[in-house]
């Protein structure tokens, strides 16, 4: 078996091996060695606050991976990379990732929720602009090169981060590329360009770099949160539209910060799923 074989099927096996039944959730490295440069990490113990048997927060990552929610069914679905939020110190795992990857596969979409690296957790070895960056531009390329074994619609592949997620999915809307063709992990050879983007009360990066070739978005955040995060969102929506970039925004007066997905939030904003899903419908993105 040649090199580029056994990177496959390195990944392959994993997925196998992590969980047999549909509705149960997988954990995939996005190295199967570990990360690039810290590889004798691969091992370190995460640090995971738990609710029964919920992950709820979690901290000290430093094997990035995610965790697999899949819709029933046969035919290929979209699918969404989620990134939580957590000031980059640690991962709100819950609201704004296992009840989001839950819900979208309930939905007929792929969810996958993403454990980044922790740039401003006490004593991290990471920064934001590479290493975080870099484990969301290698969920979307994990996801597009394993689209046949996920059942995934190569072309309907998404990234969605809500708070510091935010700021991560809005890096790898404008900072993709189109892969490496000669690399010798398939995975690699993959693009990281997001089909589209959903962005949720997120940090708006100082130096967005948006081109007309930005993807898509679909951008929600409460009144009364942040002025930098509300009236940044809002400017965010001003630059895309006039680049002619498809976008839709939802400011939810007398809301703040990090409502994600919970049972306790009330309407209105306990509907922005179901916005999103019909933005999507519009959008053709629930096509298979």
Known sequence: M????????????????????????????????????FETKKNDPENVKKKGNVETSVTHVNNPSLTVYLPSGQTATP??????????????????G?????????????????????????????????HAFQDAERALRLVRAQSKEWNVNPARIGIMGFSAGGELAALASTRYDAGSPSSEDLVERASSKPDFQALLYPAVPHDPRLTAETPRAFLACGGNDRPDISQGLAELYLALSRLHVSTELHIYAGVGHGFGIRKTNPLPVSDWPSLLLEWMKAQDLLKH
């Open 2 to 37: 040649n090199a580029q074989k056994m990177v496959l099927a390195a990944f392959t096996f994993v997925y196998a091996a992590v969980g047999a039944s549909a509705q149960e959730p997988r954990v995939v490295p996005l190295w199967p060695n570990g990360a690039p440069g």
């Open 98 to 130: 296992h009840n989001v990857g839950k819900w979208l596969a309930d939905n007929g979409i792929a969810g996958f929720v993403l454990k980044y690296r922790l740039a401003r957790e006490k004593g991290s070895p990471y920064t934001i602009e590479e």
């Open 79 to 96: 699918a969404i990379v989620i990134c939580p939020g957590g000031g980059h110190s640690n991962l709100a795992i819950e609201h704004e």
